[in-house]
């Protein structure tokens, strides 16, 4: 069993920072691609920063300058660093875990953080 958890969310108002952290434990063998997801009230879930195994990055356009993902393997954590923040940045973050276990390798997703951003 593998779970998958956000913390972090919170308000702040537009031009603050804020940073998320997606912490998966159970019974891993490797933590593959961790990609971060948010959602806003009546949008669909769009895909914000992804980082691979080897640490490679892509993030979306509208965050490119602002948010930096990272990992921490030893902690199977996985960071969201969001800087200048805007009041379109306000949605529900999610995170999605690639992870290899010994019954296979699936998808976990975590249960969601809200950012809110004043402005």
């Known amino acids: 069993q593998v779970h998958v958890v956000e913390s972090g969310g919170g308000l702040v108002q537009a031009g603050g920072s804020l940073r998320l952290s997606c912490a998966a434990s159970?019974?891993?063998?490797?933590?593959?691609?961790v990609d971060w997801y948010r959602q806003a009230p009546g949008k669909q879930r769009e895909l914000v920063a992804t980082?691979?195994?080897?640490?490679?990055?892509n993030y979306a356009d509208s965050v490119k300058g602002r948010f930096t993902i990272s990992r921490d393997n030893a902690k199977n954590t996985v960071y969201l660093q969001m800087n200048s923040l805007k009041p379109e940045d306000t949605a529900v973050y999610y995170c999605?875990?690639?992870?290899?276990?010994?019954?296979?390798?699936?998808?976990?997703w975590g249960q969601g953080t809200q950012v809110t951003v004043s402005s």
């Open positions: 999605n875990a690639h992870v290899a276990t010994r019954a296979g390798t699936y998808n976990y």
């Open positions: 159970g019974s891993i063998f490797s933590i593959n691609f």
């Open positions: 980082i691979t195994s080897g640490g490679s990055t």
